[in-house]
C-alpha cells in the first residue's frame, strides 16, 4: 500500500479521537473541577502545563496511556487494522500507565478508591466475547461482520438484537467502573489535572471500544466501502458512539452512588450465558 | 509487528544470540557501575566539568579499553570469547542449519555455573536445571533432526518426543534463571541462558503448544508468587510465561527476541518501556490475529483466558518493584524498542504510518504533561519511601485485598469459561470431552 492510502486511517482517527474525548470532557463528573467551561480549559491548561513527577519514567509513563488511546479508539473503529487482543491492551497500556504515575505522585489514602483489576477483567471480557460472537479476534472482521446483521436493537435476529444490548450495557458499566477505579494523581493542581484529562480519554476508549461492536458500520468502514452509501449509517453509528461517550461519563459519577458490583454480578453471568446462547443452541 | 519477512528467517536464530549479547554487555557494564564508588565532591568541580569539552568518542575508547582489560584478566571469558567464536565459526562453515552452533552456546552456561557449584560457592539448583536443560535439548535435537533433516521446519507426525523434549529443555532453561539466589549475583554469560531458553521454546513453537502453555500456566503462578515476595526476577517469569505462549502460538523468532529483551529490561528496572513492549507482543501472534479459529485448538482459548487474567496480575503486582540503579539498564530497554521498530517497519507502510501516529501523539501529549527538570534518575519515587507507618491503614494500588483478588480470579473464570465455550465447544462438546 502507498504511503497515501495509509495515511487516510490517521487522518480520520485524529479528528473522531478528539471528538470522542471532547465530547466525555463536556459530560464528566465536574468533581473538584466545578461545571464551567471556564474551569474545563483550566484542566486543559494545567494538564499540558508540565508537571513536575519524580520519576525518570514519567513521560513514558503518560505516553503509554496516550499511546493506549491513541491506538485504541481507532482499533476499535476499526481505522487500524488489529485484533481484539490488542484492544486490551490498549485497556493494559491505559492501566499500568495510570498506576505508574499514581504511584509516582504518591496517590494514596482516601485518593486510592479501590483496584481497576476486576473491571479491567470485566471490560476484557466484554470486549473479546463481543468479537468472538463471529468466530474470529480480527476487530475489522468482526465489525463487517456485526454491520452486515444490522445495528444493535434495530436489526438482525432478535436473540442477536438482545444479546448486543446486554453485552452493551454490561461492557459500558464495566468500562466505567474501570475508569473511576484507576489510582488518582494527586499533589498538585497539575496532577489532578493531568489526571482528570485521562480520564475523559480513558471514557472515550471505553465506549468506542464496547459500541462499535454493538452498533455499526463504524467509521472504519469508510475506508473499504462505497462512502456514499455508508456516509448515513456511519453518521448515525458515530452518533450512537458519542450517546455512549456521555453514558459511560454519566455513569462515573453515580459508580459509588448505586450498587455497581451486585449489578454487575448479576448482569454479568446472564449477559454470558446470553452472549453464548447463540451457539449453544 | 508479526515477524520478519520470509526471507529473512534464516536470521531468526542469530537474533537470540544477538540479544543474548546485548543482555550480558548490559548486565557486565551494570555491574561495573554499581561497584564504582562516587568521588567526593570537589568546591568548582561542576563548574570546571561544564566548561571542559571532550571529545565524543572517548568515553568509548575509555570503554572499550577496560572491557578489554577486563576480558584479558578474567580467564573464563577469556576462553569463552573464543570458544563461542570458534562454534559460531564452524557453524557457519557447515551450511546453512546452525546445529552446532547453538548446541555449544546452550552449554556455555552450564559450563559457567560449574566451578561455582564444583566450589561450594553457589546454590545447586541453577546448574542441575541447566545441565538437566541441555540433555533434553541433545536427546530432543538428535530425535527432531533424525526425523526431519531440517532445521526450522518440523514434520508433522515425527516431531512428538523430540518436540516435548526440547519443550522440557526451555521450561528447565527458564526455571533454571529464575532459581538463582539473585540475577545479579549469576555470572553474566548465565544470563544468555534466558534467550536460550526463549529459542528452544521458538523452536519447539506450535508442535508442542498444549506443553508451552503449561510452562506458561507454571511460570505466571511462580511469577505471581516471586512479585508478591518484591523480587525482581519475577518480571522474567512473566516475560517468560509470555514467550512460551506465544511460542506456542507460533510468533516469529524477532517477537520472542523483544519479549525477551523487556523481560531482562523489566528485571533491570526499566518498567514502562517493558510493559509497552509486553503489551505489543500480543499483537505478534500471528495464530491469534487471523484465521486460527477454523483450526482452533483445545486449549487456546483457556490460555488466553489465563494470559488475560495474569498479565492483569502482574501489570499491578510488578510496579512497586524497586529499580536497579545502574545506566546500562537501558541498554535492553533502547535494544527491544528497536527490534520492535524494524519489526514495524518490516510489516509495510500502514504499519508505519500508524507507529508514527501513535507515537508521535503519545510522544506529544507526554512531552507537554510533563516537564523533564524534575526527573531525576536514581531517585525515589513517593511510593517508594512510604515506611511500615505510613503504610497501615491506607490503602496501594494493586490487588488490594482478598475480596478484589476473589473479584478478579471470578472474572478471570467467567473469561476462561467464555473463551471456551465461544471458541469452538459446545455443551456437547464439553461433556464429550471432558465430563
Known sequence: ??????????????????????????????????????????????????????????????????????????????????????????????????????????????????????????????????????????????????????????????????????????????????????????????????????????????????????WGPSVGALLHGPWRVLVGPVAVSTLVTLAAVALVSILRSKIGAFPARSLLGTLAPVALVALLAARLG | ???????????????????????????????????????????????????????PWEPALRRAGAATRRVSRDPLLAALGPAALGLTAFGLAIGRQPVVVFLGLFMIPTVALAPGVLRGRSAPAPFISFAASDLSLVLGLVHRHAATGIWTTPAPGHVGAGALLVALAAGL??????????????????????????????????????????????????????????????????AGGLAALLAGLGAGAATLTAVGLAGTSFAMGDRAISMATLGLAPLSAPAVAVGILPALRPWIPAALGFFVVAVAIALHLLLDLPTVRARARLVPAGAAATVTAVLLAARGAETVVWAVYGLGLAGVVAA????????????????????????????????????????????????????????????????????
Open chain 1, 1 to 214: 500500500m502507498l504511503f497515501g492510502g495509509a495515511l487516510a486511517g490517521p487522518a480520520l482517527a485524529l479528528p473522531i479521537t478528539c471528538l470522542l474525548i471532547a465530547v466525555a470532557a463536556l459530560v464528566a463528573p465536574g468533581a473538584g473541577l466545578g461545571s464551567p467551561a471556564g474551569s474545563r480549559r483550566a484542566a486543559i491548561r494545567n494538564a499540558l502545563g508540565g508537571l513536575a513527577v519524580p520519576m525518570p519514567e514519567a513521560r513514558t509513563a503518560v505516553a503509554l496511556v496516550a499511546l493506549g488511546i491513541g491506538f485504541g479508539i481507532p482499533l476499535a473503529l476499526g481505522l487500524m487494522p488489529g485484533n481484539a487482543i490488542a484492544l486490551v491492551g490498549a485497556f493494559g497500556a491505559c492501566t499500568a500507565g495510570h498506576c505508574l504515575l499514581a504511584g509516582a505522585t504518591g496517590a494514596r489514602g482516601d485518593h486510592v478508591v479501590e483496584s481497576p483489576v476486576a473491571w479491567f477483567a470485566l471490560l476484557s471480557f466484554c470486549v473479546l466475547a463481543s468479537a468472538l460472537r463471529f468466530s474470529t479476534l480480527d476487530l475489522r472482521t468482526a465489525l463487517a461482520a456485526q454491520a452486515a446483521i444490522g445495528p444493535g436493537a434495530l436489526g438482525g435476529p432478535l436473540l442477536f438484537s438482545a444479546v448486543d444490548v446486554l453485552g452493551g450495557l454490561v461492557g459500558l458499566m464495566a468500562g466505567a467502573a474501570w475508569v473511576e477505579h484507576l489510582p488518582r494523581l494527586a499533589g498538585s493542581p497539575q496532577a489532578e489535572a493531568l489526571d482528570t484529562a485521562l480520564r475523559w480519554g480513558e471514557s472515550a476508549l471505553v465506549a468506542a471500544a464496547v459500541t462499535a461492536q454493538v
Open chain 2, 1 to 55: 509487528m508479526n515477524d520478519l519477512p520470509a526471507s529473512w528467517a534464516p536470521l531468526g536464530p542469530y537474533l537470540f544470540v544477538a540479544a543474548a549479547a546485548v543482555v550480558v554487555a548490559a548486565s557486565a557494564l551494570g555491574a561495573r557501575q554499581r561497584k564504582r564508588q562516587p568521588a567526593p565532591p570537589v568546591a568548582g568541580e561542576e563548574a570546571t566539568r561544564l566548561w571542559t569539552v571532550t571529545p
Open chain 2, 173 to 238: 532453561r527458564l526455571g533454571g534463571v529464575a532459581a538463582g539466589p539473585d540475577l545479579a549475583s549469576l555470572p553474566a554469560p548465565t544470563q544468555a541462558g534466558w534467550f536460550q531458553g526463549l529459542f528452544l521454546a521458538w523452536w519447539a513453537g506450535p508442535s508442542t503448544a498444549a506443553a508451552l502453555a503449561l510452562v506458561a500456566v507454571a511460570l505466571w503462578a511462580g511469577g505471581v508468587a516471586m512479585a508478591r515476595g518484591g523480587r525482581q526476577e519475577s518480571g522474567l517469569l512473566f
Open chain 2, 368 to 435: 507537554l504533561a510533563v516537564r523533564p527538570a524534575n526527573m531525576h534518575y536514581g531517585g525515589e519515587t513517593p511510593a517508594d519511601t512510604w515506611g511500615p507507618d505510613e503504610d497501615a491503614g491506607l490503602e496501594r494500588p494493586g490487588l488490594g485485598s482478598v475480596r478484589e483478588a476473589a473479584l478478579a480470579a471470578l472474572g478471570g473464570a467467567l473469561l476462561v469459561v467464555a473463551l471456551l465455550m465461544v471458541g469452538q465447544l459446545t455443551v456437547t462438546g464439553l461433556r464429550t470431552n471432558f465430563l
